[in-house]
């Protein structure tokens, strides 16, 4: 008997009149809305401009979904293509199933198109949004709870998630919730990469390195808990060798970056820095401005009082001569005297 479990929704649509509001859509939107407000406060921080961030995010997000759809479609296309299937439902997004890896790789190639018409450095904008990246996921991963899918083994632990659809081959029962698992596992590699990127000034693509290469880790191992039909090769799921391939690939580029192109950029955003140099030369300039002013000034005043000391050296002096003049007389009327 089951003392406590997570219990999934009924339903994973609400509808306001005859508005769907599906919880899975839902939960990618919010996950897309932290990753930019996070990833522009990160931007800006390294010295680019505000808003910079949503703008390639306008051609990273729909890139991203196409991609993250073409992967899932690919790898299960008995879902959508075999025999009984409706293909039509390959276009259902809304239903679920986006796999990460289409996403990141289709997400960075609009991200690097939108990065070109900037004339901004893509691997600091990877940097930049990396930990929003890892925050969206742990949202998103909350979609899956809404449709009931992607969860792991059989258990009884008090955090079983508990299924009750018997939809598309579901068996009712409480089983691992994988989906939390890697909603928390996102998390914290998130704070994983604003740490380090704190600490060690990552730069040139490392923070964004580091992501892939820690949720990689995690996702191998909750990949190897879930129970929902997947192809296999060699005994293991082909999700569980895309993480260990991506994984190695992540480490290597930080190794290597980190020995090609150690530190961070001292630029990211060209048309920031040059704002910026306006503004410090205008600054530099009025700072001079006043400089000039100032030593006018000084000169003015130490005029003032060489003069000042001029004249009241002059009068001293004409007036020590004519003391001298007295005393001389005073004493020729005092030796006239002595004479006679």
């Known amino acids: 008997m089951e003392l406590a479990f997570i219990p999934s929704p009924s339903r994973g649509v609400l509808y306001l ?3 769907p509001l599906r919880g899975y859509a839902f939960c990618i939107i919010i996950g897309v809305f932290v990753a930019v407000w996070l990833g522009n406060k990160r931007w800006i921080a390294r010295g680019g ?3 910079t961030v949503a703008d390639i995010a306008v051609w990273a997000v729909p890139f991203g979904l196409i991609g993250g759809r073409l992967y899932h479609v690919i790898t299960d296309y008995e ?7 409706d293909w039509v439902d390959a276009f259902k997004i809304w239903e679920g199933g986006l796999g990460i890896w ?7 190639l609009g991200a690097w198109i939108g990065c ?3 004339g901004i450095p893509m691997p600091a904008y990877a940097d930049a949004v990396a930990p929003g990246i890892a925050l969206a996921q742990a949202i998103g991963r909350w979609g899956n709870w809404f449709n009931q899918e992607l969860y792991g083994k059989p258990t009884d632990l008090p955090w079983a998630l508990e299924i009750t659809s018997s939809a598309d081959g579901r068996v009712p029962g409480t089983y691992h919730p994988t989906f939390l698992y890697e909603s928390l596992w996102c998390v914290g590699v998130a704070v994983l990469v604003i740490w380090a990127d704190r600490r060690f ?14 949720y990689c880790a995690g996702r191998a191992w909750i990949e190897y808990m879930r129970v929902d039909d997947a192809h ?18 992540a480490v290597t580029y930080f190794v290597l970056s980190a020995r090609k192109r150690p530190g961070r950029e001292e630029v990211v955003e060209p048309g920031a820095v040059a704002s910026g140099g306006a503004a410090d030369g205008d600054e530099k300039a009025v700072d001079l401005g006043k400089g000039d002013a100032d030593g006018k000034g000084a000169e003015s005043s130490e005029g003032v009082e060489k003069d000042k000391g001029s004249a009241g050296g002059e009068a001293a002096a004409g ?8 005393a001389g007389g005073a004493r020729n009327q005092a030796g006239s005297g002595k004479k006679a």
Do not use: M
């Open 17 to 19: 009149g005859p508005i």
């Open 49 to 51: 401009r505000a808003g």
């Open 79 to 85: 879902l959508y293509f075999s025999e009984g299937r």
């Open 102 to 108: 289409g996403a990141i790789a289709l997400g960075a």
């Open 116 to 118: 070109r018409r900037r």
């Open 201 to 214: 000034r990552l730069g040139h693509g490392r923070a964004f390195a580091l992501y892939v290469a820690a």
């Open 232 to 249: 296999h090769i060699l005994g293991l799921r082909l999700n569980v060798w895309t993480a260990i391939l991506v994984f190695l690939l």
């Open 319 to 326: 007036d020590e001569a004519a003391g001298e003049t007295e």
